[in-house]
T-cell receptor
Framework: AQSVTQPDIHITVSEGASLELRCNYSYGATPYLFWYVQSPGQGLQLLLKYFSGDTLVQGIKGFEAEFKRSQSSFNLRKPSVHWSDAAEYFCAVGDSGGSNYKLTFGKGTLLTVNP | DAGVIQSPRHEVTEMGQEVTLRCKPISGHNSLFWYRQTMMRGLELLIYFNNNVPIDDSGMPEDRFSAKMPNASFSTLKIQPSEPRDSAVYFC?????????????FGPGTRLTVT
């Protein structure tokens, strides 16, 4: 069964600093990978997705993520964090087989941004 | 597009009462998902539908929970009778689930409090 691990429960960075949120997945084939962001009191918003092709994907709000098959990772990065990026971030993996519509979500990483 | 619509946004009820949560997916999406989010358990998939048919309800916690999707534009999640441990945020998400587009779009959630 597919699974997702986000090793960091809580990360604090200063505004303007770079950011990397880690995500490791377990899946037998090439997965579909996603990053979502949840602001307080809101639903989850899709930041970016990887299905195939270029392993570096660009998303909204200046985020990017890189798929590394050898490391089973899909880490999220941003070169310069803004205070409005404070939120919880979820990595998710989907079944590329096409018959299973589920996404499996990680436990999330809470990002705090210091001024 | 209006996005996924959920109602009510907040629900406070007493133990033993019936609760019905409602969801309108994005027009044209053929898959619908119900999730529950708590601090302790994170984001859990309860049930999902494809073309209005329930595909996997293995995440439904017990018989007190039921979900229906009578047509492509409406779904309900019912809890009867409700218990305090059902207090959580319930999210509905929809997906076009077609080649190249498997991401899920989340509604704003319903915050349920059972006293």
């Amino acid at each position: 069964a597919q699974s997702v691990t986000q090793p960091d429960i809580h990360i604090t960075v200063s505004e303007g600093a770079s950011l990397e949120l880690r995500c490791n997945y377990s899946y037998g084939a090439t997965p579909y990978l996603f990053w979502y962001v949840q602001s307080p009191g809101q639903g989850l918003q899709l930041l970016l997705k990887y299905f195939s092709g270029d392993t570096l994907v660009q998303g909204i709000k200046g985020f990017e993520a890189e798929f590394k098959r050898s490391q089973s990772s899909f880490n999220l990065r941003k070169p310069s964090v803004h205070w409005s990026d404070a939120a919880e971030y979820f990595c998710a993996v989907g079944d590329s087989g096409g018959s299973n519509y589920k996404l499996t979500f990680g436990k999330g990483t809470l990002l705090t941004v210091n001024p | 597009d209006a996005g996924v619509i959920q109602s009510p946004r907040h629900e406070v009820t007493e133990m033993g009462q019936e609760v019905t949560l409602r969801c309108k997916p994005i027009s044209g999406h053929n898959s619908l998902f119900w999730y529950r989010q708590t601090m302790m358990r994170g984001l859990e998939l309860l049930i999902y539908f494809n073309n209005n048919v329930p595909i996997d309800d293995s995440g439904m916690p017990e018989d007190r929970f039921s979900a229906k999707m009578p047509n492509a534009s409406f779904s309900t999640l019912k809890i009867q009778p409700s218990e305090p441990r059902d207090s959580a945020v319930y999210f509905c998400a929809s997906s076009p689930w077609r080649e190249g587009s498997y991401e899920q779009y989340f509604g704003p959630g319903t915050r349920l409090t059972v006293t």
